[in-house]
């Protein structure tokens, strides 16, 4: 495995993808756990396929589309929830399906050969090239300092809203920030570990992290470190048995949640 990280370029490139989304997926992860929008997160990944279509068709960059449609989505699912009395879960799930809908549309009615699907639906971090690294490496960098410079209003949001409503913190403005960092993130790992599955990359993670520690901090420090482990051990193991890279990360994580369990339990 080190052998070939070092003599090719795409496994060099693979390894940063996992690195990356790794913290990615600590920090916004956590909150999404905390917050309890993994409903949410998950009706936003899907959402983000009619995106990737309309690129494919529109001839521009799908993960672009997808960023778009995944930043519109998780803005307009804040927004119908608060001036409507439909229930949360009823609005995700039709953006879920109007996303994938929207998405297959624009790819049955683009010209030649309909493209391959399957990395944005499933992920496949080889295929992931230097601009994407660099765009990857750019967002992260924005997610970290956004989160590390507002930590402690973060904290207050997180675990106790009605307070900072009290205090005068803008509740408004911290929800639409996360809510586009959490677009965000979901786009970045596409390639990483594909659309279906990213939601579990966003939760696993963090979920373990809390049965070792309650602090934020820590939390997000852990998972991201999780996340790092899981990722490495997934690439190889898609390398040496010539699986697909996502799922392995995956299943990874599933068992490291399950042993981690049995442990604390016995």
């Known amino acids: ?113 309909p493209p391959d699907m399957s990395s944005y639906l499933f992920g496949d971090i080889l295929t992931v090239n230097r601009l994407y690294l660099y765009i990857m490496a750019i967002l992260t960098l924005i997610v970290i300092l956004t989160i590390s410079s507002l930590f402690n209003y973060w904290k207050i949001y997180l675990f106790d809203e009605e307070y900072a409503k009290i205090i005068k913190l803008s509740v408004n403005k911290l929800e639409i920030i996360i809510y586009i960092l959490i677009a965000i993130s979901i786009v970045l790992l596409i390639k990483v570990v594909g659309i279906i599955l990213s939601i579990s990359m966003l939760t696993i993670p963090p979920t373990i992290a809390k049965k070792f520690t309650f602090d934020l901090k820590h939390i997000m420090i852990l998972s991201s470190l999780l996340g790092i482990v899981f990722s490495l051990l997934g690439l ?25 369990g049995l442990k604390i339990k016995n």
């Open 236 to 260: 190889t193991l898609s390398y040496y048995l010539n699986i697909p890279s996502g799922a392995s990360i995956i299943l990874i994580s599933i068992v490291a949640f399950f042993l981690t």
């Open 1 to 113: 495995m080190l052998e070939a990280i070092f003599r090719y370029e795409y496994m060099q490139n693979a390894v940063f993808a996992a690195i990356l989304g790794s913290l990615i997926c600590g920090i916004i992860g956590t909150i999404i756990v905390e917050k309890r929008l993994v409903g949410m997160s998950g009706g936003i990944a899907h959402a983000s396929f009619g995106g990737i279509g309309a690129g494919y068709y529109f001839s521009i960059e799908p993960i672009l589309g997808g960023l778009i449609f995944a930043i519109i989505s998780s803005l307009s699912v804040s927004q119908i929830q608060k001036r409507t009395n439909a229930y949360a879960d009823t609005i995700v799930s039709m953006f879920w399906a109007a996303g994938m809908a929207i998405g297959i549309l624009f790819i049955s009615m683009t010209p030649g050969y």
